[in-house]
T-cell receptor, first 112, second 112 residues
Framework: AQKVTQAQTEISVVEKEDVTLDCVYE???????LFWYKQPPSGELVFLIR??????QNEISGRYSWNFQKSTSSFNFTITASQVVDSAVYFC?????????FGAGTQVVVTP | NAGVTQTPKFRVLKTGQSMTLLCAQD?????MYWYRQDPGMGLRLIHY???????AKGEVPDGYNVSRLKKQNFLLGLESAAPSQTSVYFC???????????FGEGSRLTVL
């Protein structure tokens, strides 16, 4: 069975601080995909990033970056120079073909 | 672009009543899904469909039925609603194996 653990329930930061969200996963699949989604207070789910299991290259996209380490089954996500609009619940997810296992989510609160 | 549209957005039911949630997507996606979101539990897959006329069970299918008579529509039915089915329901679709899910805005269902 697949499992995704987001140990951080809530993170509070002051604007412009960096925020790193942890995600640890378990799977027996050799090919899989990892995702991060954002759910702002308005409730919709917004896709942020995707990484496949055979590409461990870490990337930066604007203020977002991610660190995928297959050896430790971790897929951490960082927001650089946080802004109030980053306040949301962030979900890590694992799977493919749209059948995803989601973590419980991490609430990020950014205060001015 | 409408994307994924869910109706209704809100519904209150009494225990034992039935209802149907409708999901419509205009992106010509083959794959469609119903997830439920409960506090502290992330999203869990209820049922999914890999094409018109097909359906399959997800992680938490009990108490729900689905139908995919047309490619663009995916219906989720509750034959006899129970308070445990109080949740926010999200429909989603995707085009390919590695594709991100496109979510609807969610439907908040309360069963009294």
């Amino acid at each position: 069975a697949q499992k995704v653990t987001q140990a951080q329930t809530e993170i509070s930061v002051v604007e412009k601080e960096d925020v790193t969200l942890d995600c640890v996963y378990e799977t027996r699949d050799t090919t899989y995909y990892l995702f991060w989604y954002k759910q702002p207070p308005s409730g919709e789910l917004v896709f942020l990033i995707r990484r496949n299991s055979f590409d461990e290259q870490n990337e930066i996209s604007g203020r977002y970056s991610w660190n995928f380490q297959k050896s430790t089954s971790s897929f951490n996500f960082t927001i650089t120079a946080s802004q109030v609009v980053d306040s949301a619940v962030y979900f890590c997810a694992l799977g493919s073909w749209g059948k995803l296992q989601f973590g419980a989510g991490t609430q990020v609160v950014v205060t001015p | 672009n409408a994307g994924v549209t869910q109706t209704p957005k809100f519904r209150v039911l009494k225990t034992g009543q039935s209802m149907t949630l409708l999901c419509a997507q205009d992106m010509n996606h083959e794959y469609m899904y119903w997830y439920r979101q409960d506090p502290g539990m992330g999203l869990r897959l209820i049922h999914y469909s890999v094409g018109e006329g097909t359906t399959a069970k997800g992680e938490v299918p009990d108490g729900y039925n689905v139908s995919r008579l047309k490619k663009q529509n995916f219906l989720l039915g509750l034959e006899s609603a129970a308070p445990s089915q109080t949740s926010v329901y999200f429909c989603a679709s995707t085009l390919v194996r590695a594709g991100e899910l496109f979510f609807g805005e969610g439907s908040r269902l309360t069963v009294l």
